[in-house]
């Protein structure tokens, strides 16, 4: 059973919260979602009926009770009060801009440099996932706010003129009439703020987790990592970053460790703390949810930091940035990183039949000549790199190579800005080399002490598949190459500038003793 959901209005904003196990989560919680400034004071009030009579009783004394009809009652922050309410009333929020109980409240408005607007939507627009809002050509959208020249947040109103509750992103170019976006000192952190939404609502759904429980290479890995690492784990402080299902967790708690810090700032940290009562482990394990960068964690020091942050080409999405963020704040000296080491391959490939089902498809159609639409087909599914196919082991016409390695130990958040490599590729097969496959693996040490035992879990074409698959990169022009031939070039993965969870893939390269130098730049993904 899910808890209890408390649901609080902000200006014309309103946003449904999972009633936390503490008042200091919920009020972080409350800050985060309405991007206030974290040195204002909050209040929730509500608004009883007239018939109703509402009895609080203020702290532990019973004699101490308030009776109140109609006026706002400011409730405070206990949980389990809270809990009680929670089903019959809209909770207000109110800020202060001091702790006095008393101070006037701060003007509650749209948390925005930008008044909020009512706009017509122009296409129809079905959000990918829940943080984002789907409507349709007509209806009336409230805009709360601008993050970017592209994305909006805001609210379907209805013809009766009632805003809806649910609130989410949408592209500003779906509606009508949206004034010019003029940047501000704030619009930073709310590009960031609407990036990292989008990102952790994606793992609200246990649809992502039970694709990743059920990859046995990468869940056994971890699994069988965890246990290696037990003898070194024993009694000692772990911290879970990006906990999910809160697998990992029971993982180093069931092996010995004396306390378990599992930290997830999307909504599914609520199924983990399901998971860790129905384990009775919750004496050992501690769920907190917010952003890594954002809390405080009960210990100044942990003695193991584990995370699965292994997104596409093993940098993608970013949240390695997060994990060696936190090593720095808080790793012990002599602490162990899980994983310790991630490195990056390359390989060039001749993928004729995927390559021709998309591209030579189109020189007879039916008896019909299309190939006029070659060249849009090509930039159409292409022009980003694919990675939701598994590359053969027998598509590969050289070796894979080492491009790059990360060691978490040391890397720097500074480093993910780019990342460059170089491959040279003998090509042991004559073909086509329509591009180059991507994957990675990373290596699991049982103590941070040299020589201490190693697992490696890999995505590579060689082994079992996983859920990461590889990424395939498709050349605009394909290459022959023949046995025997050299392929030598450069690989620079870039962090972009604005959307700071994706990146871009520049390769450079040529075969042979050519001195031409092919360039072709992917982004990855936005």
Known sequence: MLPPCINIQYGVMISKFMIPSSADTLEQLIHRE????????????????????????????????????????????????????????????????????????????????????????????????????????????????????????????????????TSGFFPSNYVSNIPPFVPTASDTTLNCNYQDDEYFEGYSNLSIHLEMLQDTSRTLGYKEAVNIASDFMKDKIVLDIGCGSGVLSLFCANSGAKHVYAIDASSVIEHARVVVNENNLSDKI????????????????????????MGTLLICESMIASVLSAREKYLAPGGLMMPSLGNIYFAPIDVKEFYDNKIAFWDDVYGLKMSGLKEHAIT????????????????????????????????????????????HFKIVKSGT?????????????GSPDEGAKTLVLSTSPMHKSTHWRQVTFILTTPVRVEEGDMVNGTMDIRRQSFWRRHFEVELKFSVGDSRESVTQVFPLWR
Not at 123 to 141: M, P, T, V
């Open 34 to 165: 309405f991007m206030l400034e974290s040195y204002v004071q909050l209040g929730l009030v509500i608004y009883p009926e007239p018939q109703n009579k509402l009895e609080i009783t203020e702290g532990r004394d019973p004699e101490s009770t308030t009776s109140v009809a109609n006026e706002g009652v400011v409730v405070p922050f206990d949980i389990e009060l809270l809990k009680s309410l929670a089903d019959q009333y809209t909770f207000c929020l109110r800020v202060y801009s001091s702790a006095s109980s008393d101070s006037t409240p701060m003007e509650c408005s749209v948390p925005s440099s930008r008044n909020a607007i009512v706009t017509i939507a122009q296409y129809d627009f079905k959000g990918k996932n829940d943080s984002e809002l789907s409507f349709r050509a007509g209806d009336n959208i409230l805009v709360e706010y601008q993050y970017s020249a592209e994305w909006c947040k805001g609210k379907i109103v209805s013809k009766t003129g009632k805003v809806e509750s």
């Open 286 to 309: 501690t769920l907190i949810k917010g952003k890594i960068e954002e809390i405080v964690l009960p210990v100044e020091k942990v003695d193991v930091i584990i995370s699965e942050w």
């Open 380 to 423: 159409d599914f292409f022009s980003k790199p694919i990675f939701d196919r598994i590359i053969e082991e027998s598509e590969c016409l050289a070796s894979n190579v080492l491009v790059t390695s990360i060691d978490m130990a040391t890397a720097s958040v500074e480093s993910l800005e780019s990342m460059k490599g170089s491959f």
């Open 433 to 445: 080399m329509h591009g180059f496959g991507g994957w990675f693996d990373c290596e699991f040490r």
